[in-house]
C-alpha cells in the first residue's frame, strides 16, 4: 500500500462544473496536509494547506480533511480550462521528519 | 512571499560536465530544504533532505557522491551533479521549508539535457 494514494485519472469535468479530487493516507501520525497545482513542464505550487479536520475554503477551492477516515479531499468550483494540470497531495508530520509524502497525482482536465 | 528561486533554469552540457544547481530562498530563512528529481510523466522523486550547516540525508539508492548538495546558508542550497551522464537528463526541482509541519515551496525546476 502506497503512503499517499491518488487516483492518477485523468478526471474530465466540463467547464463550470465541480472537480473533485480525493487522497487517502496511510499514516495515522500525519498532522499537515497540502494539495499543489502542477502543470506539464513545469514546478508543483502551493494551493491549500489543511491541519484540522473539516473544511477550508480560499477563492474556488475548498479542502476537506477527516483524520478519523484519512482521507483528504481538494474540490475546485467553477472549474476552467486552466485548471487542466496535476493535482499532487502532500502529507506530513509535525513531530520528526520534515519530509513530505506527496501522491503520484491526478490528473484533470477542464474541457471548454 | 515565499519565494524560492532556483538556477539555471535549463541546461545542456557534455557527458562527464559536473552541473551546479543553485536554490535560493529570497524572502524567509529556511531551515530544510529538498532536491527532487522528476522524468516525464512521472512522480516527484524525492533525492535527499538538507539542513544548514549539516550533511544532507540522502534517499535510498541516490548516489550521494555523484549528487553533491551544499546547505551553506538558511537561504542558499546547491546541488552539483559529478560527472554527468545521459541517464542523469532530468528535470531537477528545489523545495524550500521554514518548518516541521510547513508547506514545501518550490523553485521553477532545472531542466538538464546531457548530450
Known amino acids: 500500500q502506497k503512503e499517499v494514494e491518488q487516483n492518477s485519472g485523468p478526471l474530465s469535468v466540463p467547464e463550470g462544473a465541480i472537480a473533485s479530487l480525493n487522497c487517502t493516507y496511510s499514516d495515522r501520525g500525519s498532522q499537515s496536509f497540502f494539495w499543489y497545482r502542477q502543470y506539464s513542464g513545469k514546478s508543483p505550487e502551493l494551493i491549500m494547506s489543511i491541519y484540522s479536520n473539516g473544511d477550508k475554503e480560499d477563492g474556488r477551492f475548498t479542502a476537506q480533511l477527516n483524520k478519523a477516515s484519512q482521507y483528504v479531499s481538494l474540490l475546485i468550483r467553477d472549474s476552467q480550462p486552466s485548471d487542466s494540470a496535476t493535482y499532487l497531495c502532500?502529507?506530513?508530520?509535525?513531530?520528526?521528519?520534515?519530509?513530505?509524502?506527496f501522491g503520484s497525482g491526478t490528473r484533470l482536465l477542464v474541457r471548454p | 512571499g515565499a519565494v524560492v528561486s532556483q538556477h539555471p533554469s535549463w541546461v545542456i552540457c557534455k557527458s562527464g560536465t559536473s552541473v551546479k544547481i543553485e536554490c535560493r530562498s529570497l524572502?524567509?530563512?529556511?531551515?530544510?530544504m529538498f532536491w527532487y528529481r522528476q522524468f516525464p510523466k512521472q512522480s516527484l522523486m524525492l533525492m535527499a533532505t538538507s539542513n544548514e550547516g549539516s550533511k544532507a540525508t540522502y534517499e535510498q539508492g541516490v548516489e550521494k557522491d555523484k549528487f553533491l548538495i551544499n546547505h551553506a546558508s538558511l537561504t542558499l542550497s546547491t546541488l552539483t551533479v559529478t560527472s554527468a551522464h545521459p541517464e542523469d537528463s532530468s528535470f531537477y526541482i528545489c523545495?524550500?521549508?521554514?518548518?516541521?509541519?510547513?508547506?514545501?515551496?518550490f523553485g521553477d525546476g532545472t531542466r538538464l539535457s546531457i548530450l
Open positions: 524572502d524567509f530563512q529556511a531551515t530544510t
Open positions: 502532500a502529507v506530513g508530520r509535525m513531530d520528526s521528519s520534515y519530509k513530505l509524502i
Open positions: 523545495s524550500a521549508q521554514t518548518g516541521l509541519g510547513q508547506p514545501q515551496h
